[in-house]
């Protein structure tokens, strides 16, 4: 008999340093205001300063009304204060300011290279199932800021 937590349960509670997050915010009302130039080049600004405070944005696609994005912080990183201030840089490329966004946003933690690559996989055809373009690299609102996996 063990005390404590059982060793199988070791690897369910297991700490990944630092966290990769999987994130989508989407508008409200799935309002399709997003997938342009504007908040194209408002995104990557952001998502470069963030480089500069230790934060790494990786792959990214901006589709309409929904933006996924990779991003991994320092130990001092907190995603939601992260997200919500990349919610306004936004909302001021597409309305000035005007909320835009629905409230929160769904967040996953990447447990390793392999779930990183199949959700990237999947998330980059978002353009291709939404009819929008008919190969994922014409796609022209993705990209990755820095390279978290090879």
Avoid at 107 to 114: A, K, L, Q
Avoid at 126 to 140: H, I, K, Q, S
């Amino acid at each position: 008999m063990s005390f404590g937590k059982p060793r199988r349960l070791e690897w369910i509670f297991q700490k990944y340093e630092p966290p990769l997050y999987f994130v989508t915010l989407c508008t409200v009302h799935r309002r399709k205001v997003l997938a342009n130039e504007q908040v194209h080049a408002a995104f990557v600004r952001y998502a470069e300063a963030a480089a500069q405070r230790g934060y790494a944005v990786g792959r990214y696609v901006i589709m309409p009304d929904h933006i996924h994005l990779f991003i991994r912080g320092a130990d001092d990183f907190v995603l939601g204060t992260w997200i919500a201030g990349l919610k306004r840089v936004v909302a001021a490329a597409v309305t000035g300011g005007r909320g835009i966004w629905q409230r929160g946003f769904f967040d996953h933690v990447i447990r390793h290279s392999e779930s990183y690559s199949e959700k990237w996989n999947y998330v980059r055809e978002n353009p291709v199932r939404a009819g929008l373009v008919t190969d994922a690299d014409e796609w022209p609102f993705q990209g990755e800021v820095v390279t978290i996996y090879e």
